[in-house]
């Protein structure tokens, strides 16, 4: 029998944990480090849940880790009338988040006119409400311009609008220590059986899910070709065992691809790992290459993630500040309450 997806909440305000809240947060209970990774991006206010959710577990350390290595692509989906929707890109660059400067406040400016034009001319009833969340992350957003890094503005512009007092950490922060290049090295020694565990976990999902893509979720290694990036430049490129010289990793930039990041942040950095429905589907694969690979037990993962909805439209990727931090919260606290 076809395996089937983890799929998001239909309706407006659902919550989805999986497993269930009181399992989560029971398993939670004796662990050391649980963790939210995600881009700082203008993700779905869905996504926003797992952020929230982390604040109630009661893990002795709890981490946000923002990841900087995705090159800089960020747009908003915006509505567009008639229960359409069209992009408004806010800035695209093939270079990686991590190093990347903060553009001058005139992008930003131009940015949220055309975020506000959309509003304005397609919302009906949620006009006013989306109005007002826009316009508070807006001064938030602006407020914070003026810090050296893209990266900083949206990290800090999205906590300060959550109200998340939390300090968090950048991706190639996390893994500058001895512990990523003790992995790389794992990986490097054994490519070929990396290779060899990794295609055949592609296989199996393809084969249980029925996916015929050849690139989803992942696309298969080449001979030669490692699981990460190699930053030159600061454009990142696929890494092959050519690539690297083992006597000087620092002298490259390496980060890991998908499959690794989560990998490696499970055995080195999370002893809970929280996902959204995208990464929560992908991860059939990253237990069976723990397993055959690293030859122990995965760690512990769980989903969290929401739908949030505007009258006349089924769009779930609408930004995350077009709604109001309290009626997100307000969902989870609902949802949590008939745990």
């Known amino acids: 029998m076809k395996k089937k997806l983890i799929k998001p909440p239909e309706g407006n305000r659902e919550i989805l944990f999986l497993p269930d809240a009181r399992e989560i947060l029971y398993c939670s209970s004796g662990l ?3 963790g939210v990774p995600h881009q700082p991006y203008f993700f779905n206010p869905g996504v926003s849940v797992k952020f929230l959710f982390l604040e109630t577990l009661p893990a002795q350390q709890k981490s946000i880790i923002f990841l900087d290595t995705d090159r800089v692509r960020i747009e908003a989906r915006m509505p567009a009338g008639e229960g359409q929707t069209h992009d408004v890109r806010f800035i695209s660059s093939e270079e990686a988040l991590f190093e990347f400067s903060c553009p001058g406040r005139a992008i930003f ?15 009906k009833r949620d006009r006013e409400t989306a109005l007002s969340s826009f316009f508070c992350f807006k001064d938030i957003c602006l407020k914070n311009c003026s810090k050296k890094y893209l990266k900083d503005v949206l990290a800090e512009s999205f906590l300060q609008f959550y109200g998340i007092k939390r300090g968090y950490s950048f991706l190639s922060d996390v893994i500058s220590g001895y512990e990523f290049k003790e992995f790389i090295l794992k990986i490097f020694h054994d490519s070929k059986l990396f290779q060899n565990v990794f295609n055949s976990a592609l296989d199996d999902y393809r084969k249980e899910f029925r996916f015929r893509y050849k690139n989803f979720p ?24 050519k690539d690297i010289d083992i006597t000087g990793l620092t002298q490259n930039i390496i980060f890991p691809r998908a499959a690794t990041l989560t990998i490696f942040l499970r055995l080195y ?9 995208g990464g929560g589907n992908y991860e059939w694969v990253q237990d069976r290459v723990i397993e055959r690979f690293f030859q122990i037990a995965p760690p512990f993962y769980a989903v969290a993630s929401g739908t949030f909805l505007f009258e006349g ?3 779930r990727e609408f930004p995350y500040f077009l709604f109001s931090p309290e009626d997100i919260k307000s969902a989870l606290r609902e949802r949590m309450e008939k745990a």
């Not at 400016?109 to 919302?123: G, I, M, P, T, V």
């Not at 490692?226 to 065992?241: A, N, S, T, Y």
């Open 32 to 34: 050391q480090r649980a």
């Open 109 to 123: 400016e131009d940015f949220f006119a055309s975020c506000e034009e959309s509003l304005r001319k397609a919302l």
């Open 218 to 241: 992942f696309p298969r290694l080449e001979d030669g070709e490692l699981p990460f990036w190699i930053v030159k430049k600061g454009r990142r490129k696929r890494c092959f065992k």
């Open 269 to 277: 950095k999370l002893d809970m790992f929280i996902h959204g429905v």
């Open 313 to 315: 439209y089924r769009e």
